[in-house]
């Protein structure tokens, strides 16, 4: 969009709603959810757009479900760099200060300081984390965590059970990471110490737990739910949509359905709401793979489940705020597509790179020649990607791919559709370009409050204003919060 119209969109906005704004009323109960898309970049959601219209043979302009609420954009360089990474970007989003590149919840002399779960929990809220990677990565740890790398995740793991300076801060979590809680003696397991906190907190009762598919559904979609809920599907991270058995993982839909059902009824006799963070946790992954096949497939997933919580907030009786951010774009992406036909590669793919890498790494027979070209050729190639036109180029080029040399398998692989498909990446790591911020409310007050181009998050912000955002239409002081966990054990040191 144009900055002009943009402006003028943004101003229409603002005059309706200030047309129609409720009286301020700063303690009503609010639910506050925050969805994340991680490594979405506007091009990205571009991308999801136009093939969602290709296979679904939709007339353009065939808007996406966010699409309708682009309110602003967040600049996201950190301390360290332009290019922000996770940590520092979820730092900025969860604390409201920059920190350098890896850092969880500490500032950058590694001091720790307050985030907006902390914040809300101690104000009476009922806190949720749904990912679809681990439940101790970058993304969802600031809301919990502070550690002065985000690769301590066996402290990041403790920290979530509740071995933190305010006792346990989410009450329910779902996703994947078992593996950083029990040790690396046990299979999938990663814990350099020999505790295994999914026995410990069982055998405390501090928790229930889900651990597999029938156990989720034994939550009978939110309605058999005990808080506080540990709800982890895979070792590390769920498989992508493209990949995704979901018999066995569930979607990202249905985690979220679980979480918005069973939040509302633990909260439904409370003076507060809730606060729930979703992210989109792979399509950051689908960036740095290169990989358009398996990106477009989190993306719409992503988008349908922002059109759940959406459904979610309209029909609810509490004033709640929807907000969806991304923390960085990753993979640098260009669309060069000029017409429908070039998306069809998108739509033949059946696996991701990073699932049919893991075919070849399984193929015993490598080292013979003409067994290794023809699985090449016919099972990953034509079966796992749907090329047929492929050349003995690119051929030699899948088999001369070397594991742990840029690019694997997976790069390599992902290549020979996405520049089929007319889509280029300029990196395999995350960039430096703004994101989009998108906005709804059922209710004018908190809708006037977000569109706010000062205090709210309308038109180009900092990705530091959205806790200093919510703190204006919370009331509380992250200043206070950081007294608190001040003493909270951050470093191995
Ligand atoms: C990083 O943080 C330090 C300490 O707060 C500050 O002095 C420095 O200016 C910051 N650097 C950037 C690039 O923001
Ligand atoms: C488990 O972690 C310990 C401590 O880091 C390490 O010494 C050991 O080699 C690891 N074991 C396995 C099986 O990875
Ligand atoms: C479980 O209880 C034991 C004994 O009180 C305690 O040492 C441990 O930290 C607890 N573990 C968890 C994960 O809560
Ligand atoms: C509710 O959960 C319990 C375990 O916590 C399980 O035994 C029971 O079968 C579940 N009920 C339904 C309807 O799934
Ligand atoms: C999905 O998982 C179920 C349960 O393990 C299995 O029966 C089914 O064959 C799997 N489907 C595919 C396509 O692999
Ligand atoms: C690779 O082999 C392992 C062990 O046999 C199996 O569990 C896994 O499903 C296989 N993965 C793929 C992508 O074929
Ligand atoms: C897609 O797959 C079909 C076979 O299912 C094949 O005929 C066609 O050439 C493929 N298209 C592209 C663009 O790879
Ligand atoms: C990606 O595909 C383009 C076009 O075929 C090719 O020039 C480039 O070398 C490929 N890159 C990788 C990493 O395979
Ligand atoms: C294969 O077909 C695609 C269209 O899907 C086209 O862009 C590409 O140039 C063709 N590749 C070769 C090697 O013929
Ligand atoms: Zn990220």
Redesign the pocket.
Known sequence: MKISNFATYIATLSMFFTANAAPVEPNKKQNIILMVSDGMGVATLDLARQYNAVVNGLELPSLLNLDDYLIGSLRTRSNSSFITDSAAAGTALACGKKSYNKAIGVDPDRNPIGNVGEALKIEGYTVGIVVTTKITDATPGVFYAHSDSRSYEDLIAEQLVGEHPLGRIPDLVMGGGRTYFYPNTSEGGSRADSRNLIEEIQNNGTWSYAGNRQEFDELDGGNNVTLPLLGLFADKDIPYKIDRNESVYPSLNEQVQVALTALTEATKDSEKGFFLMIEGSRIDHAGHANDAAASVRETIEYDSAWKEVLDFADASEVETLVVSISDHETGGISLNAEKAEDYQPLINATHSGE??S??I??FSDIDDDALFTKFIKSEIIEKGLGIYNYTNEEIERVKNTKNNEEPEYTEVLANLTSSRAKIRFSSYEHTAVDVGVYAHSNSDRLQYKVLDRINGLAGAHENTDYPKFLQGIVGFDMDDVTELIQDIQHTLD
């Open positions: 699932y049919l893991k075919e790494n399984n």
